[in-house]
């Protein structure tokens, strides 16, 4: 038997009590097929960094277990059928680490940031000042920096005037 390392994201808007019961279920596959739990951590939901099938969240799970390919196999077929896992990564280890991992320890560190008292009195900033007369187009191109139509058909006249002239010579 061998060690692995899975983490699954479960959909966002199933509760907390849903996705601990999926992994119970999850569990239960490596289980009763002999396999062992070494470690289980539910590192809550938490942020993606881009939108999989319309989520913008997860709840994460993470299991370390020891069991042989059959069963693996039939874990990961039961995940890829669950519409409420949204993705998973199974990892071959050597060994399971002791103690947190390094998200739950991380998840700790957030409580010590303080109430950003530290960043001194920034005062009345006071008047800013006229920012002085805007620009004013009936579309707006001026202000986007565009040219305007006006300015274009100018640009356009005085070019073809300088080719007359220069064929003239």
Do not use: C
Not at 90 to 111: A, C, F, L, T
Not at 136 to 151: N, Y
């Amino acid at each position: 038997m061998r060690l692995y390392e899975s983490v699954f994201i479960a959909r966002q808007d199933i509760s907390t009590t849903q996705v601990e019961s999926m992994a119970d279920e999850f569990a239960g596959i490596i289980t009763n097929a002999g396999g062992t739990i070494q470690k289980r951590e539910y590192w809550g939901l938490r942020s993606l960094a881009y939108r999989i099938k319309k989520n913008r969240k997860g709840h994460y799970i993470m299991f370390n277990f020891e069991t042989d390919g059959p069963t693996l196999k039939e874990y990961e077929r039961i995940m890829g059928l669950n519409e409420d896992v949204l993705r998973f990564l199974n990892i071959r280890i050597e060994e399971v680490e002791e103690g947190p991992s390094i998200i739950m320890q991380n998840k700790g560190d957030r409580g010590d940031r303080g109430d950003r008292g530290d960043r001194g009195d920034r005062g009345d900033r006071g008047d800013r000042g006229s920012r002085g007369p805007r620009a004013e187009s009936g579309d707006g191109a001026a202000a986007a920096g565009k040219p305007d139509a006006a300015a274009a058909e100018t640009a356009s006249e005085s070019s073809d005037k300088a080719e007359a002239a220069s064929s003239e010579e």
